[in-house]
């Protein structure tokens, strides 16, 4: 089993719908969940970052973690066309030096 | 704040030439950096931790004879690829620990790699 599980499958919505991206993971040591946005050829960049359980609220973007179903969620409010990307979840046992295990992505393209 | 720059964003070389990819934290001291390899559609594998002034560690199944990582200052790290062969030919990112963020974890742009 990996670690991290993240249904990679692409994802098509209308422009205005809610996306809703998931990961499971494995490893009850994780402690830390972040989830990144990756466009075509460039880095990850993170748009949102939780410790332990809760959800946290970031404008159209909110995250959930859920520690005792070992899963998290993402879910982008009211999406736009510029949110087409590739959505990675990415945790960690320890801050900071311990190596991130990431999902395979999710490939998201919002339709006009 | 929080910039990693990777350079080049791209570079093609001759097989059996070296290419050396450089990380470097703009606006922070980065004491751990990580080198990963991501294949078209699928997700980031990571290939070795630097930490500054010691020996990087390597995950199991990446030669460190062949990729070649310094980290030699608190803002730059380097990789190199020794006698690319084409199926080096990838994408490499390089990411960088700040510990003054609650977040750490700063990506660089990537380099497309392509080994003809």
């Known amino acids: 089993q990996k670690e991290v599980e993240q249904d990679p499958g692409p994802l098509s919505v209308p422009e205005g719908a809610i996306v809703s991206l998931n990961c499971t993971y494995s490893n009850s040591a994780f402690q830390y969940f972040m989830w990144y946005r990756q466009y075509s050829r460039k880095g990850p960049e993170l748009l949102m970052y939780t410790y332990s359980s809760g959800n946290k609220e970031d404008g159209r973007f909110t995250a959930q973690v859920d520690k005792s179903s070992k899963y998290i969620s993402l879910f982008i409010r009211d999406s736009q066309p510029s949110d087409s990307a590739t959505y990675l979840c990415?945790?960690?046992?320890?801050?900071?030096?311990?190596?991130?295990?990431f999902g395979k992505g999710n490939q998201v393209v919002v339709i006009p | 704040g929080a910039v990693v720059s990777q350079h080049p964003s791209w570079v093609i070389c001759k097989s059996g030439t070296s290419v050396k990819i450089e990380c470097r934290s703009l606006d922070f001291q980065a004491t751990t950096m990580f080198w990963y390899r991501q294949f078209p559609k699928q997700s980031l594998m990571l290939m070795a931790t630097s930490n500054e002034g010691s020996k990087a560690t390597y995950e199991q199944g990446v030669e460190k004879d062949k990729f070649l990582i310094n980290h030699a200052s608190l803002t730059l790290s380097t990789l190199t690829v020794t006698s690319a062969h084409p199926e080096d030919s990838s994408f490499y990112i390089c990411s960088a620990h700040n510990r003054g963020r609650n977040y750490g974890y700063t990506f660089g742009s990537g380099t497309r790699l392509t080994v003809v």
């Open positions: 990415a945790m960690s046992g320890n801050y900071g030096n311990n190596r991130l295990a």
